[in-house]
């Protein structure tokens, strides 16, 4: 099964680990959901945010 990585660099989708890691988020399960990661990553974000104020109360 490969594993896909979204390039926060060039905004491209690439299959395997091929960018320097500073430079990918994933591993996705597919190219699709790849090509989602921005807004992949802002719900998880949005998510985390909203998990860590409720645990301030």
Do not use: Q
Not at 3 to 30: C, H, L, Q
Request: charge should be negative; aromatic fraction near 8%; charged fraction near 40%.
């Amino acid at each position: 099964m490969s594993e896909w990585w979204y390039n926060t660099r060039t905004g491209e989708v690439e299959e395997g680990m091929k960018s320097p890691v500073i430079d990918r988020a994933g591993p996705f399960s597919s190219r699709e959901e790849a090509l989602r990661a921005p807004e992949i990553i802002a719900e998880r974000s949005r998510l985390w945010a909203e998990e860590e104020a409720s645990d301030e109360r």
